[in-house]
């Protein structure tokens, strides 16, 4: 890690609004800046916190973080609500360790009124929001631009994507053959070290309210259980460093040498890198992901550029599909060719037809398909390959394209720990609609839209050792769940008593 203090380059920053009477190229700042924190939750590797530290200490004014904790957002559960306030909570230990100067403050209710609220109490100059896709995300700073005092600048740094997505593109992207290219270029100028995060050089003037985390997220686990936490995957920046590269059982330290190979066998689950859920969350940086990778490419040359195209192309392919294409989660946002031979075969005979209950019960004629959906549904991460064959069936089995689009994220989202990204949405954008693919040979119900089915599954793994792990997983999973309910019956028992009797009547 360098140590320089050197400025974010300008291409990652986005003036979304400039504060009235303040040119652009004046830098001083007279109030605060505040880092609202969302998509990219972590402290290390952040060029959206860097930015805002480094414009605090330019004018020598403080420098907070916000987080909104939503009450529902995209209907995330106890799984991903979890996952995500506890790695939040080890960032705000972090801060409070380092004294680096900056405090942490955690609103609850709708960023659109919360984050307003508190520039406007602190006198804050500057916003600086990190970036997302999403129509949501976009949505409320388009509201906050207009919300905010006109002596407020708002700044959204793209700190997500090793090339910013606006700078590797200005429009939508064909497919990864496409985009390759462009981002292949820039890397030499984006794909480089980070400088160490600078404390913020004035204290925040207040004291900041102490966060009861535990009340929080036992909150939110309740309110949440539907769709329980998960065991395997332990939240937060430190966990998500040991997975990339720890000693024990880090994938550039460890696992590596056959990811080409191994990455397409749901039987091999460490065979992928596992760390979706940390790159969804932003408790780790795809760039920190990528220039370690770049470091062991002289020994795994052929899995290290595998591992950078998932990684960077791919990765970066879906934000780009979901900045410039609004439709990035329905049928319209599909290429005219797969619109119309969707269309063309939405009538089709289907040989079954499954409700939504029926599917997200994993109640197929398929038992492949139904280890699928029990390895989301247990463990809250389907494998890569198992994705693709998962959406292509839901498209088989439900009345037309539209309802299977939206099944397939709606239990995308509700049960992957990773779900809820652009990811997700263009894997079923892929699997179902063929976005960033070719037409293929015409056959019912697919039209042109690639094919798969469970005689190439077989023919690429053991299908039924798949079935089995997936059986065994599913047991364990609710073994815990059968004692976890056990252990909250017996603390309500305890609990009660200790409550002073009810009045009689
Ligand atoms: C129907 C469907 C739904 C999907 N839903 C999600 C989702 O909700 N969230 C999500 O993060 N990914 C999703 N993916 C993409 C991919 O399957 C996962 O990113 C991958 O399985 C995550 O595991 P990993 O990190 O161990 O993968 P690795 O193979 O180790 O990949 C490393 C990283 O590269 C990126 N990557 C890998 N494959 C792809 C891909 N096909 N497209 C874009 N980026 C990729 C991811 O950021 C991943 O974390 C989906 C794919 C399909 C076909």
Same mark, same amino acid.
């Given at each position: 890690m360098s140590s320089s203090t050197a400025s974010v380059q300008?291409?990652?920053?986005?003036?979304?609004k400039q504060a009235r009477?303040?040119?652009?190229?004046?830098?001083?700042?007279t109030g605060p800046v505040v880092y609202w924190m969302?998509?990219?939750?972590?402290?290390?590797?952040n060029w959206a916190l860097i930015h805002a530290v480094d414009q605090a200490n330019k004018s020598k004014v403080p420098v907070a973080i916000a987080f909104n904790l939503f009450d529902?957002?995209?209907?995330?559960?106890a799984r991903q609500l979890g996952f995500m306030l506890r790695g939040l909570q080890k960032l705000h230990h972090r801060l409070l360790e380092q004294s680096l100067n900056i405090p942490f403050f955690l609103f609850q209710g709708e960023a659109v009124d919360t984050i307003p609220v508190f520039l406007k109490e602190c006198g804050a100059s500057l916003l600086v929001t990190d970036f997302s896709p999403l129509r949501e995300v976009r949505t409320w700073k388009e509201t906050m631009i207009r919300k905010v005092d006109e002596s407020v600048s708002i700044h959204e740094v793209d700190t997500h994507n090793v090339v910013p997505v606006w700078v590797a593109s200005d429009k939508l992207e064909y497919g990864a053959r496409t985009i390759r290219r462009k981002i292949t270029k820039l890397l030499p100028e984006y794909l480089i070290d980070f400088p160490t995060l600078m404390p913020s050089?004035?204290?925040?003037?207040a004291p900041q309210p102490p966060i009861d985390w535990e009340r929080i997220i036992a909150d939110v686990v309740r309110r949440g259980a539907e769709v329980p936490e998960i065991q395997w995957c332990e939240p937060g920046e430190d966990a998500a460093l040991e997975v990339l590269?720890?000693?024990?059982?880090?994938f550039l330290t460890?696992?590596?040498?056959n990811y080409s190979t191994d990455?397409?066998?749901?039987?091999?689950?460490?065979? $992928?890198? &596992?760390?979706s859920p940390y790159l969804h969350f932003g408790q780790i940086a795809a760039q920190r992901c990528a220039l370690e990778g770049q470091k062991v490419r002289k020994l795994f040359p052929q899995a290290v550029d595998t591992f950078l195209e998932e990684l960077i192309v791919r990765r970066e392919l879906s934000d780009n599909f979901c900045f410039y294409q609004p439709?990035?989660?329905? $049928?319209? &946002?599909?290429?005219e060719w797969a619109r119309i031979t969707l269309m063309a075969h939405a009538s089709d005979k289907r040989e079954h037809i499954y409700t939504r209950q029926q599917l997200e019960k994993a109640q197929t004629a398929d038992p492949l398909w139904n280890a699928s959906q029990l390895e989301m549904v247990h463990s809250g991460k389907m494998h890569g390959f198992m994705r693709m064959y998962w959406a292509k069936k839901i498209l088989e089995w439900t009345t037309g394209p539209e309802e299977a689009l939206a099944t397939a994220i709606a239990l995308n989202d509700k049960y992957?720990?990773?779900?809820?990204d652009p990811n997700g949405y263009v894997g079923c954008m892929w699997s179902i609609c063929g976005v960033h693919d070719q037409g293929w040979r015409e056959r019912p119900i697919f039209g042109k839209i690639r094919y798969m089915n469970y005689a190439g599954c077989k023919r690429k793994f053991d299908v039924d050792g798949y079935i089995a792990y997936v059986k065994r997983l599913a047991g364990e999973s609710s073994k815990r769940k059968a004692e976890n309910q056990l252990k909250q019956v017996a603390k309500q028992t305890r609990l009660a008593d200790f409550l002073p009797p009810l009045p009689s009547q």
């Amino acid at each position: 890690m360098s140590s320089s203090t050197a400025s974010v380059q300008p291409g990652r920053i986005r003036v979304l609004k400039q504060a009235r009477g303040l040119p652009i190229d004046q830098k001083k700042l007279t109030g605060p800046v505040v880092y609202w924190m969302f998509r990219d939750q972590r402290l290390r590797d952040n060029w959206a916190l860097i930015h805002a530290v480094d414009q605090a200490n330019k004018s020598k004014v403080p420098v907070a973080i916000a987080f909104n904790l939503f009450d529902s957002f995209l209907g995330a559960k106890a799984r991903q609500l979890g996952f995500m306030l506890r790695g939040l909570q080890k960032l705000h230990h972090r801060l409070l360790e380092q004294s680096l100067n900056i405090p942490f403050f955690l609103f609850q209710g709708e960023a659109v009124d919360t984050i307003p609220v508190f520039l406007k109490e602190c006198g804050a100059s500057l916003l600086v929001t990190d970036f997302s896709p999403l129509r949501e995300v976009r949505t409320w700073k388009e509201t906050m631009i207009r919300k905010v005092d006109e002596s407020v600048s708002i700044h959204e740094v793209d700190t997500h994507n090793v090339v910013p997505v606006w700078v590797a593109s200005d429009k939508l992207e064909y497919g990864a053959r496409t985009i390759r290219r462009k981002i292949t270029k820039l890397l030499p100028e984006y794909l480089i070290d980070f400088p160490t995060l600078m404390p913020s050089e004035m204290k925040w003037p207040a004291p900041q309210p102490p966060i009861d985390w535990e009340r929080i997220i036992a909150d939110v686990v309740r309110r949440g259980a539907e769709v329980p936490e998960i065991q395997w995957c332990e939240p937060g920046e430190d966990a998500a460093l040991e997975v990339l590269m720890g000693h024990k059982n880090g994938f550039l330290t460890t696992r590596l040498r056959n990811y080409s190979t191994d990455r397409n066998n749901p039987l091999k689950p460490k065979g $992928l890198s &596992g760390l979706s859920p940390y790159l969804h969350f932003g408790q780790i940086a795809a760039q920190r992901c990528a220039l370690e990778g770049q470091k062991v490419r002289k020994l795994f040359p052929q899995a290290v550029d595998t591992f950078l195209e998932e990684l960077i192309v791919r990765r970066e392919l879906s934000d780009n599909f979901c900045f410039y294409q609004p439709h990035y989660d329905s $049928l319209q &946002g599909a290429w005219e060719w797969a619109r119309i031979t969707l269309m063309a075969h939405a009538s089709d005979k289907r040989e079954h037809i499954y409700t939504r209950q029926q599917l997200e019960k994993a109640q197929t004629a398929d038992p492949l398909w139904n280890a699928s959906q029990l390895e989301m549904v247990h463990s809250g991460k389907m494998h890569g390959f198992m994705r693709m064959y998962w959406a292509k069936k839901i498209l088989e089995w439900t009345t037309g394209p539209e309802e299977a689009l939206a099944t397939a994220i709606a239990l995308n989202d509700k049960y992957h720990i990773d779900g809820r990204d652009p990811n997700g949405y263009v894997g079923c954008m892929w699997s179902i609609c063929g976005v960033h693919d070719q037409g293929w040979r015409e056959r019912p119900i697919f039209g042109k839209i690639r094919y798969m089915n469970y005689a190439g599954c077989k023919r690429k793994f053991d299908v039924d050792g798949y079935i089995a792990y997936v059986k065994r997983l599913a047991g364990e999973s609710s073994k815990r769940k059968a004692e976890n309910q056990l252990k909250q019956v017996a603390k309500q028992t305890r609990l009660a008593d200790f409550l002073p009797p009810l009045p009689s009547q």
